[in-house]
């Protein structure tokens, strides 16, 4: 690992999670024999760290790998390359990466855990409550019986539902409900650190803020950390501490969530920055959207040079040419950009007025 990736993810002490030069390459077969054709690099080369009791949002349109590097998180996938570093309670470091058998595996998915995007596919239609949020204290060998009616009981309070809805199946539920369902399940094992997958864009608006209000209440009555992944920055920002932005299965800016949404620095970030609604009416006029033409990169054939050029209103010859690295520009803002401290991007301030 270079002295660049080592300042990226060892930064501020506390570290729960480090992503070291994280890599999730799918092959790609053609032909009746399934003949190797190439790999789309969903994930490639990335390094990013999560601190304890913080939430890092990870942003981008999406097919920029996003949610596959959740997965490669919580070890749904095996990576391709590159190492995650859990840091144990007794000091100890593992790479999650690196291990291959189930059984090892099981102790760390105890204290990582994901949340999904959809409440309505996650949860299966023919298990009650009792059977859903217990069956991770079932298969870990934590409670039974009348202890894992308690813990259950325990469980949905915490996540504000009532205990006397643990013999009702899902469809008996809204899509919030079931969010919380899905919540109470995750934290079933009391975890460190919870990976969340879009866990609000499946819902009603009218909902969203209740779910998020009930993510940051648990984060800080529990020490938790959050992965927290989505495309709407609005949400984004309200839950998040630091904020990485991803594009084409690469980092291309990280830095503190005020700093990076009042001063952007990738024109990446300037664009996604720019579809954000502004709350007050009078600012609505301000500051037009900055629309990118075609749609994001294919990982299988990515541009030379910067992935983002094809689409960069500020694009020079030398971005075509050579690949940017995620350099530190000062205050611990992280960006790939050949013209990072030249650019004078537009950001929002509070409220999504343009700055």
Do not use: W
């Not at 409670?143 to 199946?169: F, H, I, K, N």
């Not at 934290?187 to 990976?195: F, I």
């Not at 000062?330 to 301030?349: N, P, S, W």
């Amino acid at each position: 690992m270079n002295n660049q990736t080592e300042q990226l993810v060892n930064s501020n002490g506390s570290v729960l999670l480090e992503a070291q030069n994280l890599k999730m390459h799918f092959p790609i077969r053609k032909g009746m024999f399934g003949r190797l054709s190439g790999y789309a690099k969903a994930v490639d080369g990335i390094s990013f760290s999560i601190h304890e009791g913080e939430t890092l949002g990870l942003v981008g349109e999406s097919g920029c790998g996003k949610t596959t590097t959740a997965r490669c998180i919580v070890r749904a996938y095996n990576p391709t390359g590159g190492r995650v570093l859990y840091h144990e309670l007794d000091g100890r470091v593992t790479d999650l990466a690196s291990i291959v058998e189930e059984k090892e595996l099981k102790q760390y998915r105890r204290q990582i855990r994901l949340i999904f995007q959809d409440p309505y596919t996650s949860l299966n239609p023919r298990m009650t409550l009792l059977q859903l949020v217990g069956e991770p204290l079932i298969i870990n060998n934590t409670a039974t019986g009348s202890e894992l009616q308690d813990r259950v009981e325990t469980l949905l309070q915490q996540v504000g539902l009532r205990p006397e809805y643990m013999r009702r199946y899902p469809h008996a539920f809204s899509g919030g409900q079931r969010q919380r369902i899905g919540i109470a399940r995750a934290l079933a094992l009391e975890p460190r650190l919870l990976v969340c997958d879009e866990p609000v864009s499946a819902l009603d608006v009218s909902v969203r803020a209740q779910i998020l209000n009930l993510l940051q209440n648990l984060q800080r009555r529990y020490d938790l950390a959050y992965l927290f992944v989505a495309h709407d920055l609005s949400v984004v920002e309200y839950v998040s501490d630091r904020v990485a932005v991803m594009y084409v299965g690469k980092l291309v800016e990280i830095a503190e969530t005020e700093n990076l949404y009042i001063n952007p620095k990738h024109p990446y970030t300037e664009a996604l920055l720019s579809a954000v609604p502004k709350m007050d009416p009078d600012l609505r006029g301000l500051g037009k959207r900055i629309v990118l033409e075609s749609d994001v990169a294919d990982p299988a054939n990515p541009p030379s040079g910067c992935y983002f050029h094809p689409r960069c209103r500020y694009a020079q010859s030398i971005c075509s040419e050579e690949e940017p690295l995620l350099c530190d520009i000062g205050g611990e803002h992280y960006v790939a950009c050949h013209f990072a401290e030249e650019l004078h991007l537009r950001g929002v301030v509070a409220g999504g007025a343009v700055s």
